[in-house]
């Protein structure tokens, strides 16, 4: 029993799954620190007022704090801006670069494929 289950957790995905999760953890904690600490500040600085919470309206005896919603919103798009600006635009940047090279290997392997070809085809016609 106990040589199943450490067999389990020594296999590849759980421990590839345990490691996503913490650097995923990690890696939310310092989206949401851009957020609340730079980017939070600026919109409040432009805006002039930083947290919308207060902001509501009543209608027949009910309230509707719509102030919550755009402070959700709010920091659903700067999170959104921070992934996209911080980490998808610099990822596809350096795939775009290394894959440059790759194809420039590739067209290198290509060509001296040909000239192992070209030199096999020679030596078999002597």
Do not use: C, W
Not at 70 to 96: E, G
């Amino acid at each position: 029993m106990i040589k199943g289950f450490r067999d389990f957790l020594l296999r590849g995905n759980v421990v590839d799954l345990a490691v996503a999760v913490v650097i995923g953890a990690a890696f939310a904690a310092l989206i949401n620190s851009l957020v609340a600490d730079v980017l939070t500040p600026i919109i409040g600085a432009i805006i002039g007022k930083p947290d919308f919470s207060s902001l509501s309206f009543t209608i027949h005896g009910s309230q509707f704090n719509y102030g919550n919603f755009l402070n959700a919103l709010i920091a659903f798009l700067s999170v959104a801006a921070a992934i996209f600006f911080f980490v998808i635009k610099p990822m596809n940047t350096l795939n775009r670069l290394s894959g440059a090279a790759t194809e420039e290997q590739a067209s290198e392997i290509e060509l001296l494929t040909e000239i192992r070809d070209e030199l096999r085809a020679q030596r078999g016609a002597s």
